[in-house]
């Protein structure tokens, strides 16, 4: 089994700035893509940001220039720094992580994010 923990979600104002984090543990291979998806009320989820073990990263054009995703091979941790945050930001922020060496793809639970004033 996989575990992943992430943290770093809460209320802020527009403009503000938050990181999420999401730890991975447990039965883990090698862990190749590792991102961040969002699903905000009465919308689809959708890809936020993505990196692979190598560093590449994909971007959604909503939070190209604002976003960035980074990670810790070594901590089998992602990380998302959003800056510039705007209300349409506002959604449930869920971690995805592929472990290639295994073939299995994993969940987190998800952190809410919150832009309000």
């Known amino acids: 089994q996989v575990q992943l923990v992430e943290s770093g979600g809460g209320l802020v104002q527009p403009g503000g700035s938050l990181t999420l984090s999401c730890a991975a543990s447990?039965?883990?291979?090698?862990?190749?893509?590792m991102g961040w998806y969002r699903q905000a009320p009465g919308k689809q989820r959708e890809l936020v940001a993505v990196i692979i073990r190598a560093g590449r990263t994909t971007y959604a054009d909503s939070v190209k220039g604002r976003f960035t995703i980074s990670r810790d091979n070594a901590k089998n941790t992602v990380y998302l720094q959003m800056n510039s945050l705007k209300p349409e930001d506002t959604a449930v922020y869920v971690c995805h992580v592929e472990d290639a060496g295994r073939g299995t793809v994993h969940w987190g639970q998800g952190t809410q994010v919150t832009v309000s004033s």
């Open positions: 447990g039965s883990i291979f090698s862990l190749n893509a």
